[in-house]
DNA sequence: CGATTCCATGGAATCGATTCCACAAACAGT
DNA sequence: ACTGTTTGTGGAATCGATTCCATGGAATCG
């Protein structure tokens, strides 16, 4: 299909000099004199060249590729990790190789085995299962690894992750002084690290707080949105339903958004509603979502920052980000002229 | 950094063949004894091995790496675009390069020539400016090529795009029942082919339908949803303001929202307003908004067909989708107790 | 002025997998 | 039994850029 390709020789006859010199020009060596710079670039400019990076990678290991495997891009979050670190990348030279895990662990290995095969210089992760085959391949080879929003436990590579706690915290304590005592709480799975410390965290704030620890509060769902309107579904039909209800991600509150539209509850009167990640439409909801916010641009930026410092034989600190309540008119008091059913 | 890999050499000293025959074993080539392939089998277990994706592709001028060039991941249609099509070049055995453009040609010419450099198998792009250097780089050089969603003028290649007319005459046409006569218009960038098409749609269908063609009531914005704001703000500025508006996609559908807020203005009473792109929680919003849908899922889908088809030799012929009104509550008629000011 | 360093340069080896070519062994046909 | 085909195999060339090494000429120093 594609005709004979226009080769660094080709350059160099142009040019009339040898494919070292023209390699040397290319690559910025400074061991080549002002008119060869000058004819090189001449020959390249005329005949539109541009080198075969595979060839290239071949023979100098790097290819200024980086993959980025997140669990799902649809997810508004992952999309602007996505979008984050792939402009940070981008600053750097890199070029992203986006992998979409889909939420599948068969999917996420079938991307890290193509991240290796073709040679990444790192890879950035929001990781999935806890042992996965191919992640261990992963770091067996060396290959530069960044975990980024979840960590595995007992892989030891620097991550990016945010602190949970402090927003839950504040969650907690801006629902119980609102009057909340029965919270639900709609969870990520416990396969992920954000899942089982997001639980830890609201489960500690709720005793702090004097919320009920009531474990029948709580509801296991998957981070994805039909999972939040089941249990929203679940947890309003316990014989003592909750009076508010959090949920650990964002595609999961859409989710609960719906049951609670559907049975014709009022947001932030008949049911509070917070939730985990703040998504630009979010405050254009009526009521505005109450949300927990974390500076994604700062994870995607950082988490590019802290995989350079690994391809360059650091090793980076891992960093934790602080997260925040930002309050909005969905998690007002619970209306007492109404009360619950 | 990395240690010393394991190349097809080290898999065939342990099977005990050569490299020839190990590459054999690996691609499938019939012309392999069943004890060898038996034996390569095992030493790939064995070691691990994952082939250099370079190596091959230097040889093999494949490289199964195919490039898709989007203009905002942010965007939800594009976000669940890149969801679509990936996960149908995954089905066929392709990895997709993800560049984001960013709405910006000097960034999508610098996605583009890194795909040239990757001599990736084809590419899928949503086409920003009409002359880019680095669009025609691509055609000269026979790199199969698909647009999606948008198209260039004066560039013939196979394309999968929407046929926004009849989702805007059924949107004129539902608007014009409801009463209304002066529908404001928020435009995209007539640099883009959708911009264009929608607007020409849009004037088509208001002479039909007997909508007002006062051309003040178009605003141009740029896909974003700051435009939108500003377009909305703009347009309820005029001496004789709208009682609807129409945005031609879902960012600026957004920032209309936006303004429609902040101005207290009840939407579906005060003013109706349709979205061009359906996205999922346009149906949480309060009023669930009206929107011109179309199936994201196929889009993607089909350019993935078509780029198959074309990197097999074919010319495929454009593939229009269909567009469709949805009504929801934002589009309802115009409240005559409270009237315009 | 001869010896040494410096510099730009071209030739050749190299990266790892594929594939053409040649060859040997096994087997069929007359 | 002797060609003629098939079949599996290894050696070697190849893809395109990089880089080590050697070389010749200019510049520098004692």
């Known amino acids: 299909m594609t005709g004979p390709s226009i080769t660094i020789k080709d ?83 890199l070029v992203t190789l986006l992998g979409n895990a889909n939420e599948s662990i068969p999917q996420q290995d079938r991307y890290l085995d193509t991240f290796i095969s073709q040679r990444v210089d790192g890879v950035i992760a929001a990781p999935q299962g806890e042992g996965s085959s191919s992640l261990h391949a992963l770091l067996e080879r060396d290959i530069p690894t960044v975990f980024v929003d979840r960590t595995v436990d007992g892989i030891d590579v620097p991550s990016v992750t945010t602190d949970s706690d402090s927003g839950i915290r504040q969650a907690a304590e ?34 702090e707080f004097g919320l009920s620890t009531d474990p029948a509060l709580t509801y296991f769902g998957d981070f994805q949105s039909a999972s939040g309107s089941a249990g929203a579904h679940h947890l309003l039909g316990l014989a003592q339903p909750p009076t508010a209800l959090l949920a650990a991600d964002s595609p999961m509150a859409v989710g609960a958004l719906v049951t609670l539209n ?48 690994v391809i360059d034989g650091q090793k980076p600190e891992s960093v934790v980000l602080p997260s925040e309540l930002i309050v909005r008119a969905s998690s007002g008091t619970p209306d007492p002229s109404l009360g619950q059913p």
């Not at 390699?23 to 060596?29: E, M």
């Not at 993959?67 to 990790?81: H, K, Y």
Request: net charge positive.
């Open 174 to 207: 801006h629902l119980a002084r609102q009057g909340h005592e029965r919270v639900g709480y709609i969870a990520g799975p416990q396969t992920t690290s954000t899942g089982r410390d997001r639980l830890k965290s609201f489960c500690r704030a709720a005793r």
């Open 262 to 309: 559907r049975k014709g509850l009022r947001i932030g009167r008949d049911m509070a509603l917070i939730a985990f990640d703040d998504i630009e439409w979010f405050s254009l909801l009526d009521p505005p979502l109450t949300v927990i916010s974390h500076d994604v641009e700062a994870m995607g930026r950082t988490a590019v920052r802290l995989l350079l410092e």
């Open 11 to 93: 350059v160099a006859a142009l040019a009339g000099v040898s494919a070292a010199t023209a390699s040397r020009v290319l690559s910025g060596n400074p061991a080549t004199s002002p008119q060869s710079r000058e004819k090189v670039a001449a020959a390249v400019a005329e005949l539109d060249f541009h080198p075969n990076a595979q060839a290239r990678a071949l023979r100098s290991t790097r290819t200024n590729v980086i993959g980025l495997l997140l669990s799902d891009v649809r997810n508004p979050f992952f999309a602007d990790l996505a979008h984050a670190a792939e402009q940070a990348a981008l600053a750097e030279g």
